[in-house]
């Protein structure tokens, strides 16, 4: 069973910086890509940013220009780099790593910038 455990949520004002991390139970090349969902109270989960295995990435257009994803392949982490944070880019982010067949999501980590 794949396992997701993401961390670095937190509180920060808006202009602020945080990083969040996911450790994957297995090789993070096992997946197809890895990625950042985010769910704001009342509003439909959202992609954030993926990664490819083969390196590509792709975010949303609210987050480019200020949000990076990243790799460490030794330690089957991923991150997100989120900078010039704004009070709507509160909300729950998820981690998922997708396979053709499926699709593994993390518990979800809190993320509040106040104004």
Known sequence: QVQLVESGGGLVQAGGSLRLSCAASSHIF?????????????????????????????????????????????????FLQMDNLKPEDTAVYYCIARRTIKDYWGQGTQVTVSS
């Open 30 to 78: 096992s997946f197809s890509s890895m990625g950042w969902y985010r769910e704001a109270p009342g509003k439909q989960r959202e992609l954030v940013a993926m990664l490819s295995n083969g390196g590509a990435t792709n975010y949303a257009d609210s987050v480019k220009g200020r949000f990076t994803i990243s790799r460490d392949n030794t330690q089957n982490t991923i």
